[in-house]
Nanobody, 116 residues
Framework: QVQLVESGGGLVQPGGSLRLSCVAS????????MRWYRQVPGKQRELVAS???????AYEDSVKGRFTISRDNAKNTVYLQMNSLKPEDTAVYYC??????????WGQGTQVTVSS
């Protein structure tokens, strides 16, 4: 059974940093494109960052220069380093993975709250 488990969320002050982790029980993790999404109540889930199996990355405009997505294929883990956090980054962050053309797998989400 495929599982994606996020961790690393929490409460942080504006300007602070957090690193989210997502461990995936995927036997062929290296070929999966991994993504981080976020969602606030009443709004659609938003794609924040993605990384392909070959390491190509992409970011949503509002997080460029502040967030960094990376992966460690030996640990079946994808990370989201979040710096210079703003109150508007507050959301539940979800990890997702798929092989292009096939279904998405999702984690349960981790809450990030940016507040003084």
């Amino acid at each position: 059974q495929v599982q994606l488990v996020e961790s690393g969320g929490g409460l942080v002050q504006p300007g602070g940093s957090l690193r989210l982790s997502c461990v995936a029980s995927l036997s062929t993790f290296t070929i999966y494109t991994m993504r981080w999404y976020r969602q606030v109540p009443g709004k659609q889930r938003e794609l924040v960052a993605s990384i392909t199996g070959s390491g190509s990355v992409a970011y949503e405009d509002s997080v460029k220069g502040r967030f960094t997505i990376s992966r460690d294929n030996a640990k079946n883990t994808v990370y989201l380093q979040m710096n210079s956090l703003k109150p508007e980054d507050t959301a539940v962050y979800y990890c997702s993975g798929n092989i292009p053309g096939f279904r998405d797998y999702w984690g349960q989400g981790t809450q990030v709250t940016v507040s003084s």
